[in-house]
């Protein structure tokens, strides 16, 4: 059984009285995560595994003045925390001098984020996922198409504790619905998702719907060359490329010399109007639209972060150590960001598209090369012709490989409407950009 | 040292009749619990209360998960983490489908709690089901396999693990130019112990260490970097040695150098000749993704994707020259997936997936082997922790070298106009797996059957079949080396299994070869 709230500050505060103990003038980081976590996959329109896992993720920092070890363990019963303090305990002693290593936090600012946990989430049980993924399964049956998909279900208890005076505890829930369907003919496929923390919102049917529509659009798709295009990025599309672009602002890899985001050796581009002026990129864990926990894995506090402003980079993330060597605040620890809307309905994106591609889904997608933040990967999941303002009908995909820096500069609308992806912690709009580089031809559908 | 039996290990020992209690020692003493009365009480919580719910099949996984990370930057540690994970997870299978739930206390009455969970999962999903799942038969195998290692890795110091990556890094940073360097190693050990309701009883101890390092130099406003291209292994300590994990840092260095200031490449359809520590990477997403059976009847469609190869074309599809047989094998020696039954209970072994250029076999676990008629599991089934499903997971997918003995040398030799490949860079595949491209660590222009030069923003690109159908000479095996993936990801949720894939050194006619670097404004 996942712990409470209780036992697990407990068991915090039995780690930081037995590393006490064990090094007395130790710093000493504790992280705590107790969760129940439940799933059910399928494929082919049918259940193919289904799971519930309880489970603990106990972490012990120790320093001893510059010297540090972590380790972790899943066990919280007080035999494999003493020995796990131990362990570390001995591994720090063992540690040679770091000389980047910073202090644990102390007490942070309290903060509760309400919209984090659901306790209709906590409250799905195995039968409650049956009927959702019933739902979920019902339309591919009806239709004749083949669907695949994964409903997954996480709660849990997240505490960060240090012996400096940080103690916090914050419950989270997570909702993920995605669903694949495929034409019989092999020659469509499209895709439906939900990220939620709450199960308010999550239509299971009108997910898998969403996915026989576009599989069935997308059927027989026609040649299309590879070449430069003007390209509408769905928010899902949209999502993969700023999460791309936002993994690479990183203020030391920018000051050392090493990353798009650096003006020679020693400094950045912080402050420079790089990217197009519709593009706002920012953080807020408190946002209704990426709930998170109001504290990031070392238990700092978090906040509102600009990342972006109207093309204008406010803000690279910076860990503690390389904001007090430079001279800054430290930025960062946020699990996610929202790039904010534009203002053009999603159907008028294609308005003014002489000829181009409507890209559902990317995949695959991989660094090539860092200086110019090209990125390479794959459509999937539904691309389609666009022919002066209108979808003519579907086309193959393709492999890209695109700076995304450029994509982003180049981007001249964004859609008013939204989409959440990745575990409800990024939200972006559908996107029109040019001249992005469908470079060969993926036989894949 | 080959793997011991536990029938072996208990006659040797004069165990077999003696009544020996282990000591809980606690989880780092782990490994050979096997004998231990709480283990064995879990065990039958699990399979009895299964069988009283009327599971057809059930069966339990005690499973201990531990490792070790430590890692420098430039002149100083980066961190040192030890991490372990124990617990038990139950599947069963009642009403034709399967349910499955874990937990991380070891303990009969809560292993009893978990399997009536399992069972209910099973039962709310069986409705789900078209068909009932089948599993094919398997032998009920009672024993032990375990690494073949002389020093156990966990047992080396973290002191002088830092020690000697401090070393490396010192020399990866002897430049000219603002060079920064990382440098880590990583160990790993599974042991598990699984039982199921047919009598099977396994317990394996499984050693992986993952060594790595790379240089990054900055001149300009421009940068490259130049990682190792030696590969994780399952082995012991000594493997440090035979990798040459320090001889070759100084190699790197310079390579680094060499690179920064290497001119780029032309795009242009040009001769490959693939390192092993570059190709390894090309035959896991071609041809060990493609031949997974689940991902090829649409399991995986939701996620990673289908495959081209559909079993339609099983014994009919020319996927690569008449030369090219490219293996399965799960015994495969430091390979990282080989182990000595997989997480079914099933013997592992070795088999063709691709033979004599045509497509003949498939990777498959109990449940799948019925899917296409044949009558036993390749043996592919695996779960990365207690808490995980088991699924279908690639086993380690190799090259069978050339009858000739030739070498890189001999290749180079005979190739007109290529580009010879080193070590892993980018890689990236399209869902069904015939767009591919990939980039290296470091590139060499090859003219007229000699290296003219290093080259450097070198891509390739390709499809599947044109690419191995394009391979025409191959290594012999005293150049076959194996490369590894320490955690390839698939499933849902999503698991990480470790692989390793061998071969010479080989080469592909003409194969596009693009300019990975982006054209400002471009």
Not at chain 1, 8 to 15: D, P, Y
Not at chain 2, 379 to 394: I, N, T
Request: charged fraction near 25%; include cysteine.
């Amino acid at each position: 059984m996942p712990l409470s709230e209780k036992q697990l500050r407990q068991a915090m505060q039995k780690v930081l009285a037995a590393a006490a103990k064990r090094a007395p003038k130790a710093e000493v980081f504790v992280g705590l995560e107790s969760s129940r976590r439940a799933h059910v996959r399928f494929s082919r329109n049918g259940v193919t595994t289904s799971g519930e896992i309880d489970e603990a993720g106990l972490t012990v920092s120790i320093q001893l003045g510059r010297q540090a070890a972590t380790s972790s363990s899943n066990q919280t019963d007080d035999a494999s925390i003493a020995a796990l303090v131990e362990r570390t305990a001995r591994l720090a002693q063992l540690a040679p001098e770091d000389p980047e290593l910073m202090p644990v936090l102390g007490a942070q600012p309290v903060a509760r984020n309400p919209l984090a946990f659901d306790p209709k989430v906590d409250g799905l049980d195995a039968k409650a996922r049956a009927a959702l993924v019933h739902q979920a399964l019902a339309p591919g049956r009806s239709l004749g198409l083949s669907t695949a998909g994964f409903l997954f279900q996480w709660s849990g208890l997240v505490g960060k504790a240090s012996s400096r005076g940080l103690s916090r505890v914050h419950p989270a829930t997570g909702l993920q619905l995605t669903v694949t369907a495929r034409t019989p003919s092999g020659t469509g496929s499209g895709r439906g998702q939900f990220y939620g923390r709450r199960l308010q919102g999550l239509d299971a049917a009108a997910v898998a719907t969403t996915a026989c529509e576009t599989a069935r659009r997308s059927e027989n798709p026609r040649r299309l060359k590879p070449g430069r295009y003007t390209v509408v990025l769905e928010p899902a599309a949209t999502a993969v490329l700023a999460e791309s672009l936002w993994s690479a602002m990183d203020q030391r890899a920018a000051d050392e010399g090493r990353s798009f985001f650096s003006r020679g050796e020693g400094q950045s581009r912080v402050d420079e109007s790089l990217l197009s002026p519709l593009v706002t990129l920012r953080s807020d864990p408190t946002s209704p639209r990426t709930p998170m926990l109001p504290f990031d894995a070392e238990g700092r506090a978090l906040g509102p972060q600009p990342w972006i402003t109207a093309g204008r980079i406010d803000a690279l993330s910076t860990s503690r150590f390389w904001a007090e060597k430079t001279h800054r605040q430290p930025v960062g620890g946020h699990g996610g960001f929202e790039l904010a809307a534009g203002a053009t309905p999603r159907a008028k994106l294609l308005e003014g598209v002489r000829r181009g591609v409507l890209i559902s889904r990317v995949w695959y997608t991989n660094w090539v090369d860092g200086p110019t933040l090209l990125l390479t990967g794959l459509t999937r999941d539904g691309t389609f012709l666009i022919e002066d303002g209108q979808v003519v009908g579907p086309v193959n995909n393709f492999r890209f490989n695109q700076s995304v820096a450029d994509a982003f500069t180049r981007c001249d609308a964004l859609s008013v409407e939204r989409e959440a992806a990745n575990d409800a912690e990024t939200v972006t709009p559908a996107m029109r950009t040019h001249e992005f580089l469908l470079a060969s031809v993926s036989e894949a559908i | 040292m080959s793997p011991v039996s536990r029938r072996q290990f208990l006659t040797s020992s004069g165990l077999a009749a003696a009544s020996v209690i282990a000591s809980r020692a606690g989880l780092s003493d782990a490994r050979g619990l096997v004998l231990e009365p709480l283990l064995l009480a879990v065990i039958d919580a699990a399979l009895s209360t299964a069988r009283a719910s009327g599971a057809s099949y059930a069966d339990v996984r005690v499973h201990r998960r531990r490792e070790e990370n430590v890692s420098v930057r430039d002149d100083h540690p980066a961190g040192t983490t030890d991490s372990e994970r124990y617990g038990v997870g139950v599947r069963v299978l009642k009403d034709g489908a399967w349910g499955f739930a874990a937990t991380a206390r070891v303990d009969a009455l809560e292993v009893k709690r978990v399997t009536q969970k399992a069972v209910a999962i099973a039962t709310a999903n069986a409705s789900l089901r078209d068909r009932p799942i089948e599993l094919a038969p398997t032998a009920a195998h009672v024993d032990v396999w375990q690494t073949p290692l002389a020093k156990d890795p966990f047992k080396i110091p973290v002191a002088d693990k830092l020690e000697l990556l401090l070393g490396i890094s010192h020399t990866l940073r002897q430049q000219k130019v603002t060079a920064f360097s990382e440098a880590s190693l990583s160990t790993r050990l599974e042991w598990k112990l699984f039982a199921n309701t047919e009598g099977a009883l396994i317990e394996q101890a499984i050693t992986r260490i993952g060594p790595s390092y790379s240089v990054t130099l900055v001149r300009d406003g421009d940068f490259v970097s130049r990682g190792w291209d030696g590969q994780a292994r399952q082995a012991g300590w000594e493997y440090l040695a035979e990798s040459r994990f320090v001889e070759d840092a100084a190699q790197v260095a310079e390579d680094a150098r060499e690179k920064l200031a290497a001119p780029p490449v032309e795009p242009g359809r040009r001769d490959l000749i693939l390192s092993p520590e570059n190709l390894w990477l090309t035959i896991h997403e071609s041809v060990g993704h493609p031949t997974e059976l689940d991902r090829a009847l649409g399991d995986e469609a939701n996620f990673a994707g289908t495959s081209f190869a559909t079993p339609d074309k099983l014994k009919k599809l020319q996927y690569a020259a008449p030369h090219v047989t490219l293996f399965a094998d799960k015994t495969t020696p430091g390979g990282l997936a080989t182990c000595g039954y997989d997480d079914d209970g099933v013997r592992t072994g070795r088999w063709n997936l691709v033979e004599q250029g045509r497509f003949v076999g498939y990777q498959t676990t109990r449940e799948q082997a019925g899917w296409i008629g044949e009558p036993q599991s390749r043996g592919c089934a695996y779960a990365q922790d207690h808490a995980s499903v088991p699924f279908q997971r690639m086993p380690n997918v190799s090259l069978q070298p050339g009858h000739e003995p030739l070498g890189v040398k001999q290749l180079i030799e005979a190739t007109d106009d290529g580009v010879y490949v080193l070590g892993n860079g980018s890689w990236s595949i399209d869902h069904q797996r015939y767009n591919f491209q990939f980039t290296g660590q470091m590139f060499y222009e090859v003219k007229k059957g000699k290296v003219t030069r290093a080259l450097r923003d070198v891509g390739y690109q390709s499809n599947t079949l044109e690419f191995w159908n394009a391979c025409d000479l191959i290594g012999g095996a005293q150049e076959f080396r194996l490369g590894s993936a320490f955690d390839d990801g698939k499933g849902e949720p999503a698991q990480s299994n470790p692989v390793s894939h061998g071969c010479p050194p080989t080469r592909f006619r003409k194969i596009s070869v693009i300019n990975t670097r982006a054209k400002k404004g471009a």
